[in-house]
């Protein structure tokens, strides 16, 4: 288990702090949660993310920067997925938090 969290060194939480920043945008939040698929070239998340491609590559060089993204190339193709099994439980614990119904949206907790 993770040591206490105030235990955590000042430069580790920079670190932290920058990364989410980086997720702070939503294209490049957007991009992380499309990388949760599985490896996809830059092409097809630009198609569905109606971004540019020339824009989604420099998102992701900067999340492979901070080790949110990492890239393989197969043939020709580089694709990108997620750097870790870390960065999907963070979007996908936080997907779930902000999606949950709770007494914000209109429906008593079970408490």
């Known amino acids: 288990m993770l040591k206490h969290l105030t235990q955590v060194s000042d430069e580790n939480t920079a670190v ?6 980086l997720l702070g945008d939503p294209s490049r939040l957007k991009i992380v949660m499309a ?7 830059v092409g097809a ?3 569905r993310l109606k971004l540019s491609p020339s824009l989604v590559s420099h998102h ?3 999340l492979r920067a901070a080790r949110l993204a990492d890239h393989e190339r197969r043939g020709r193709q ?3 997925s997620v750097h870790d099994h870390h960065i999907r439980c963070v979007i996908e614990d936080m997907v779930e938090h902000v999606t949950e119904s709770g007494p914000e949206s209109g429906q ?4």
Do not use: W
Request: glycine fraction near 4%; charged fraction near 25%; proline fraction near 4%.
């Open 45 to 47: 998340i630009a198609e």
């Open 35 to 41: 990388l949760l698929d599985g490896p996809v070239s």
């Open 16 to 21: 932290l702090a920058d990364m989410f920043k």
């Open 108 to 111: 008593e907790s079970a408490e």
């Open 78 to 80: 580089m694709l990108y």
């Open 60 to 62: 992701l060089r900067l």
